[in-house]
């Protein structure tokens, strides 16, 4: 037995339902499906890996890579063996500086047919770092999208993470939309592997290929961002393909745009939307949509409390993260964390409204800019629009909005047109008054709204 053996994995609930569901399929990949038996087997292999590498436990590791049958089998012995993992996508451009902040001490990289390891001269300071070694826990590191300042590692201990998938829920087939270092795309591996779920992991994420994958496995979960629903309505790659099988698509990271909810529940009336709501500073919190096509949400649960100071949510959990390696906690003394996003209330529902950054300022007067763009996704022949505040020297902000357009068209032409159809639907100090059209969507390659910057 290795000297630093932990004495109980904290995934042996997960590995004695593989076991049980040994011949049921774990992943598909690349058309072909893996085994729970199969992913026992590989699980094994990166036990010796990590062996091999001289890898201890409490190594902190990035795990360079997509979700695969094989980086899937590493992420979960890399939990086994107390690793403080970073899982880092292969979109990051800043992966070395990632590296740094995070105090890497190893690299894996796993592609389709390799893996690869590199060992990093790297002495580990940071205090949230040893204490986590110390405890032996399993950690996590996640850095934010960085779409308003400089990404943030948030270092989560994992234990608290796993707790909620300790309950059987149901068992879903699913594809693997969000990323791999994102919170939800974490949340969505384990909640489906530790239910023995089937998982459709995929290297296209664009609406044709979601849409083939749909039908071909009979997918019954999507979880996905309004940003890529808005690209599926314009695709219209769903008419090419039979869907039917999916009986829930799951919508989060950002605002959802009333107007895209509305015509999506007219298109799948079968298709249960809900709303998600998670950080990585705190984990993905349980979540009840009050209808399907309502933006209207319930959140919280029993390790979650939630409070609405001056219009802006607070939240107190017991999955937050330790803190951030690159900046200040954003705690406060009582544990309560200010999640930046504006909300209507409704006794017990709330309305997401956007982030307090995204606000609008003109003349005094707030404007929220997804209910702008809700507006006018409404207008016919618009593909995209991005609203953010843009300055002025007499009201401080104006709202501008870039369009992208599905046919050519003048820019005094659309202006009149949208001016004509706003003037019934939006007060005058809310329709844009600075208009550019792009061709270029205002899309991250992680499917998030990117607005422009005044």
Known sequence: MEQNTILESPISFMLERFSASATSTAVIWQEQDYTYQWLLSEIEKARDFFKVHSIEYGSIVALRSDFNPTSIAFVLASLE???????VSYTVKTFEEFCDIAEV?????????SITHKKRSQSVQHEIMLGLKA??????????????????????DFIPL????????????????????????????????????????????????????????????LPTSPSFISLL????????????????MTYGTEAMPESTLQRVHELFPA?????????????????????????????????????????????????????YLNAPSPFDAEGWFNTQDRVEVDGEWMKILG?????????????????????????EGINDVAVYGKDNPLLGKVVAVDVVL????????????????????????????????????HISSRYKKMRPRA
Request: glycine content about 6%; some cysteine; overall charge positive.
């Open 81 to 87: 063996r107390g690793i403080i993992l970073v899982p």
């Open 105 to 113: 001490e190893h690299i894996i990289e796993v592609t389709s047919d």
């Open 135 to 156: 405890k032996r826990h399993p950690g996590l590191v996640l850095f934010s999208s960085g779409t308003t300042g400089k990404p943030k590692a948030a270092v989560h």
């Open 162 to 221: 796993l707790e909620k998938f300790k309950v059987k829920r149901h068992t879903l087939r699913t594809i693997t939309f969000l990323l791999f270092d994102h919170i939800g795309g974490v949340n969505t591996l384990l909640y489906i592997l530790s239910n023995t779920g089937t998982i459709v992991a995929i290297e296209d994420r664009s609406p044709e290929n979601v849409c083939r994958l749909i039908e071909k496995y009979n997918v019954e979960l």
């Open 233 to 248: 309505l314009v695709s219209r790659a769903y008419e090419r393909y039979n869907i039917t099988s999916l009986k829930m």
């Open 271 to 323: 298709i249960e939307m809900k709303q998600t709501y998670g950080l990585s500073e705190l984990g993905i919190m349980r979540s009840q949509s009050r209808g399907n096509n309502s933006l209207w949400v319930r959140i919280g649960g029993e390790d979650y409390q939630t409070k609405i100071v001056d219009d802006v949510l607070f939240i107190k959990a017991k999955s937050a993260m330790l803190g």
């Open 355 to 379: 982030r307090t950054s995204d606000i609008i300022n003109v003349g005094g007067q707030k404007v929220y800019p997804i209910e702008v763009e809700s507006v006018l996704l409404q207008m």
């Open 406 to 441: 599905e046919n050519e068209e003048s820019l005094p032409m659309f202006k009149n047109r949208m001016r004509s159809f706003c003037n019934q639907k939006l007060e005058r100090y809310k329709i844009p008054v600075e208009v550019s059209i792009t061709s270029e969507s």
